[in-house]
């Protein structure tokens, strides 16, 4: 049983999944669906960005590669996916953090409009 929803905002987020081989698209699903249906989410799924407000990322992992997508709560119960991309070093690109939370920014306008 659902106990969030997830969509996907503009079309940044198919972007990013359309690019990865199928491996990593359905491990990317399976967190989605982690994120959707577990009341608790484990950290190692989905994770605060420090120094963000309300902006998390969903961690997607397999064998030694990583992947990130942005996210945030809508309503509590909604969630709304952002941009994603391969990470390849320790530290999350600060690029990534601001078009994500530039994408927060523009989907809150839109919808108090």
């Known amino acids: ?7 996907a905002y503009l079309n940044y987020f198919e972007d990013f999944l359309q690019e990865q081989p199928k491996k990593v698209q359905d491990k990317i699903f399976k967190i989605i ?11 190692n799924y989905l994770k605060s960005m420090e120094g963000t407000s309300g902006l998390y990322e969903a961690r997607i992992q ?3 590669n990583i992947w990130r997508v942005f996210c945030f709560f809508d309503s509590g119960k909604l969630v709304i996916l952002l941009n994603g ?5 320790q530290k999350t690109p600060k690029g990534e953090i601001d078009k994500a939370l530039r994408l ?3 989907y809150y306008e839109e919808k108090n409009k």
Request: net charge positive; no cysteine.
């Open 1 to 7: 049983m659902k106990v969030r929803e997830v969509i």
């Open 33 to 43: 669906e982690a994120i959707e249906t577990l009341e608790r989410v484990p950290a």
């Open 62 to 64: 397999l064998a030694s």
């Open 85 to 89: 991309f391969q990470k390849k070093t």
């Open 104 to 106: 927060m920014k523009k």
